[in-house]
């Protein structure tokens, strides 16, 4: 199975900050990955698939990149509906694969 | 808007079976394909299965092989997973999320426990 790894775990922000969270995979998943937004009590949101196209309606401070096994997902200037929870996940193989996920909290 | 709504969620004892449904309303539930997921604190979120469209490929994931079923009724607009043999480690909140675009359902809360 291939095994997602996102970093840090927890980031410590505030308002207007630029934001990089970083997804690893074990190997090779060209540019097959998805990345998610989560607040509590809700389920996940769909922002970016094939690494860096963002889905309709994600407002343009939220970019994807990377190809290959290193992946970022950048906010910039973070907004207070920013703060939750984001995962990353692959598809190009099945099974697929979540990273454990990256808490942007307030600072 | 589409909207994918989780049903059959509860509390079931060790050993035991619960069947899942989720309802698609969107208009094009037969073209695409579905996954079930959950999400525990233990375990954070975790892939369990896929149906292909005409539901003639399907994957597990090992965790689950051979104790879940993930089925589908188009003329239903209708994604199922039979779960059997439920141990502690499949408590969680189980989502039905669809492939294109990528939705999840609000999510049933499944509890396995004597």
């Known amino acids: 199975d291939i095994q997602m790894t996102q970093s840090p775990s927890i980031l410590s922000a505030s308002v207007g900050d630029r934001v990089t969270v970083t997804c690893r995979a074990s190997q090779n998943i060209n540019n097959q990955l998805v990345w998610f937004q989560q607040k509590p009590g809700k389920a996940p949101k769909f922002l970016i698939h094939?690494?860096?196209s963002l889905w309709s309606g994600v407002p343009s401070r939220f970019s994807g990149g990377g190809y290959g096994t290193e992946f970022t997902l950048t906010i910039t200037s973070l907004q207070p509906e920013d703060f939750a929870t984001y995962y990353c996940q692959q598809y190009n193989n099945y099974p697929r694969t979540f990273g454990q996920g990256t808490k942007v909290e307030i600072k | 808007e589409v909207q994918l709504v989780e049903s059959g969620g509860g509390l079931i004892q060790p050993g035991g079976s619960l069947r899942l449904s989720c309802v698609d309303s969107g208009f094009t539930f037969n073209s695409d394909g579905m996954n079930w997921a959950r999400q525990s604190s233990e375990k954070g979120l975790e892939w369990l299965a896929y149906?292909?469209?005409?539901?003639?490929?399907?994957y597990y994931a090992d965790s689950v092989k051979g104790r879940f079923t993930i089925s589908r009724d188009n003329a239903r607009n209708s994604l199922y997973l039979q779960m059997d043999s439920l141990r502690g480690e499949d408590s969680a909140l189980y989502y039905c999320?669809?492939?294109?675009?990528?939705?999840w359902g609000q999510g049933t809360l499944v509890t396995v426990s004597s």
């Open positions: 094939r690494a860096s």
């Open positions: 149906i292909s469209s005409s539901g003639t490929t399907i």
């Open positions: 999320v669809r492939d294109w675009p990528v939705i």
